[in-house]
């Protein structure tokens, strides 16, 4: 993917004519980052619109590592599936830029944070497990142990669940003593 950011002058003729509603502006942007306005429209889409007038509706933000390091590398893809802007740093969008996208994030990256494991069917897999997330209680059904990741060093996990939604402890250590004792038998 191409890391530069695009051409504005490359759009296509009819977002050129669109009006977005109120924007959120980058007013600074850090040096080879173009300057932009972020909105949304009528129907709730992110609007992109260049400082040259150039307009782009329904962009979707895709963060180049989600999981590895969420704060890094950032693209505004058009609906073309094409780069519209690449952000190095999320920091370096304004409070509401950045607002507007982390809101589209979410609906995109669904990824439940298990803050506490109640309960575990067996020590063997498959195994059905009661967790308490982020999100509220679920039950997820654990594969194999293979499908326990270990992530940037010895306390950061990602589960998959064999339904194939993910499921992330950010620090073990964090978790209560009932919760790490469960988990160790599996790890």
């Known amino acids: 993917m191409n890391r530069e950011p695009l051409d504005p002058a490359m759009n296509d003729a009819h977002t050129a004519n669109a009006r977005p509603q109120p924007t959120v502006s980058l007013s600074q942007p850090p040096a080879g ?6 909105s949304r429209n009528a129907h709730g ?3 992109l619109t260049f400082a040259d007038g150039a307009v782009h509706e329904g962009v ?13 590398g950032l693209s505004l893809v058009g609906t073309d ?8 740093r999320i920091a370096q969008l304004e409070a509401d830029s950045l607002r507007l996208i982390e809101e589209e994030l979410e609906a ?10 109640v309960a575990v069917s067996s020590f063997s897999t498959p195994s059905t497990w009661d967790v308490v997330t982020d999100r509220g209680a679920a039950k997820l059904v654990l594969k194999a142990e293979e499908d326990i990741r270990r992530l940037g060093g ?10 194939g939604l993910q499921f ?20």
């Open 81 to 88: 599936g094409h780069e519209l802007v690449w952000v190095d």
């Open 60 to 72: 979707t933000p895709v963060r180049a590592f989600p999981i590895a390091a969420p704060g890094e």
């Open 45 to 47: 889409r992110l609007v």
């Open 154 to 163: 010895r306390t950061r996990l990602l589960i998959a669940a064999n339904d």
């Open 108 to 117: 995109r990256e669904f990824v439940p944070t298990i803050e506490k494991i």
């Open 168 to 187: 992330r402890v950010p620090d073990t250590t964090a978790l209560d003593k009932h919760s790490r004792k469960l988990l160790e038998r599996f790890l």
């Open 33 to 38: 980052l173009p300057r932009f306005t972020l």
